[in-house]
């Protein structure tokens, strides 16, 4: 009898899969040289008080303290962080991410931010009080070693912020009319949890407000956004199909188009303390 799955198998089998779809699915020219060049903008530092996650993470610190963030992006949760402590190093593979993120740290006027510009897996950089990765592990196809890196380079806390149901739920019924069947789920916070566990550590649940749906843009814009997450290539059947669809799964407010039936995204922060797993 095989041995039973364990939460890190399943995690990655669950990442594994839904790339697997992807590739199945596709009707587009191929995969893009980097994956957020055209999302990049979407992740510039908002106004305060819009995103709890940099207050919350900013309570487990002190203006003394080291942070490492962990795929920063375009500085959503760096830039608020890093008033907040002596040095953030930001570590972003993404050139598209990293070039936003440097616009928002002169926009800003942050200087005591140091990038990185390669993976966590590849990243060489030194221990810090609090190290996290915020909405970066749901794409993580070998997840123990992404964490046990993690917890190995954190000397006071180890976190990660993750969504109960993935980033792209609010496109999932567009998947099923576009392509015809349910869009393969992403690990998220209860996955993350199990593994967690299983390597032995006794992860704190610290609740965040939901993430509320956005609108997609204006019509061509929503097009365009569509094609690019449901993988469809202009002018193919799958495009037809998305386009058909378009006025019957969304709505249109002020200009622009919204999911309809969206609904709230719950998340959290899953913290503990490094140094103690298996």
């Known amino acids: 009898m095989a041995a039973p799955e364990s939460a890190s198998q399943r995690h ?3 990442v594994r899969e839904e790339m697997l779809q992807a590739e199945r699915v596709r009707s587009t020219a191929g995969k893009p040289a980097d994956f957020w060049q055209t999302l990049a903008r979407n992740f510039r530092a908002p106004a305060p008080g819009v995103d709890p996650t940099p207050e919350a993470l900013a309570a487990l610190i002190e203006p003394g303290h080291r942070v490492i963030d962990v795929g920063a992006g375009g500085g959503r949760i760096a830039i ?3 008033r907040r402590c002596r040095e953030l190093v930001a ?3 993404s050139p598209a991410m990293r070039a936003v993120l440097a616009e928002e740290m002169a926009r800003h006027g942050v200087t005591n931010i140091r990038v990185v510009p390669t993976t966590w897996e590849e990243a060489e950089v030194e221990p810090a009080e609090l190290v996290f990765a915020a909405h970066v592990t ?4 070998v997840i123990e070693p992404f964490l046990r890196k993690l917890d190995a380079k954190a000397t006071r806390h180890a976190a ?3 969504m109960a149901d993935p980033p792209q739920i609010a496109i999932a019924p567009f998947w099923r009319a576009v392509h015809g069947e349910e869009r393969l789920r992403l690990p998220c916070r209860a996955e993350l949890l ?3 566990r299983e390597l032995g550590a006794q992860p704190e649940v610290i609740p965040l407000a939901p993430m509320l749906p956005n609108p997609f843009g204006t019509r061509q814009e929503t097009i365009d956004l569509l094609r690019f997450r449901l993988l469809a290539g202009p002018g193919t059947p799958a495009d037809e199909r998305l386009l058909a669809c378009l006025d019957e799964l969304a709505v249109e407010r002020d200009g622009l188009l919204w999911p309809k039936d969206a ?10 303390e490094p140094g103690r797993l298996r």
């Open 138 to 141: 749901y794409g993580i196809q």
């Open 263 to 272: 609904r709230p995204n719950e998340r959290a922060i899953l913290r503990w």
């Open 160 to 162: 990660l912020v993750a």
């Open 194 to 196: 199990d593994v967690l």
């Open 80 to 82: 608020p962080l890093a």
């Open 12 to 14: 990655d089998r669950m």
């Open 91 to 93: 570590v972003e593979p």
